[in-house]
């Protein structure tokens, strides 16, 4: 496609609960970026991946949070025993390259957790 | 790591006026500087980047930026708005040469009036 496609596009789970949100990036694009954006505030970094491989994982939160990018293009973030808290949009960015490129943004997954 | 200031987070305006939104950052290295925005029900967007040459950065929808050193400033500016500009503004910022993962501010809300 054109541009980074995430799926779904809405998701809403109960406490407790297993979710996998998928990111489709832009064809070519070796960089990969998960981004979570709560109310009120900027997008914060989770996970970065060059090729398949997360290069940086810094910025998940806690262990319930993991992401995969098995053959270097499509990535699924999952969150296990999911709270309230983890209630946000979750942003995936894709760029050339990992260095000085502009990352293109999805349009987000927005997770409710009831 | 780097952060960054936005301050303002709600902004009302006319159009015909102007718009500056402020933007500090810290870090003490050499640094990306980037200003995204996102319309109602879109991604974000990238509006305009700075990496190196010119501190005054032309972007797209007759936006510019200045990058100021010494105050660790890259406030973005528009003449004149118009109300097609009511989005969300964020300045985000990365360092070169690493693996290009994004600060963001917590982003201007900007509204404006016909």
């Known amino acids: 496609g054109a541009g980074v496609s995430q799926t779904p596009s809405n998701k809403v789970t109960e406490k407790g609960k297993y979710v996998e949100l998928r990111c489709d990036p832009i064809s070519g694009h070796t960089a990969l970026y998960w981004y979570r954006q709560s109310l009120g505030q900027g997008p914060e970094f989770l996970i970065y991946f060059q090729g398949t491989g997360a290069a940086d994982d810094s910025g998940l939160p806690n262990d319930r949070f993991f992401a995969v990018r098995p053959e270097g293009s499509v990535s699924t973030l999952k969150i296990q025993r999911t709270e309230r808290g983890d209630s946000a949009v979750y942003l995936c960015?894709?760029?050339?390259?990992?260095?000085?490129?502009?990352?293109?943004f999805g349009q987000g997954t927005r997770l409710t957790v009831v | 790591a780097q952060s960054v200031s936005q301050h303002n987070h709600h902004v009302i305006l006319s159009e015909a006026a102007s718009l500056e939104l402020g933007c500090n950052y810290s870090?003490?290295?050499?640094?990306?500087l980037f200003w995204y925005v996102q319309y109602p029900g879109q991604h974000l967007q990238l509006l305009l980047k700075?990496?190196?040459?010119?501190?005054l950065v032309k972007g797209i929808k007759g936006f510019e930026a200045e990058f100021i050193k010494s105050k660790f400033s890259f406030n973005l500016r528009k003449p004149s708005v118009q109300w097609s500009d009511t989005a969300e503004y964020f300045c985000?910022?990365?360092?070169?040469?690493?693996?290009?993962?994004?600060?963001f501010g917590k982003g201007n809300q900007v509204v404006v009036i016909p």
């Open positions: 985000a910022v990365n360092a070169p040469g690493g693996n290009n993962r994004l600060a």
């Open positions: 700075y990496f190196s040459g010119d501190p």
């Open positions: 960015a894709s760029s050339l390259s990992g260095a000085s490129t502009e990352a293109f």
């Open positions: 870090y003490g290295g050499t640094v990306n």
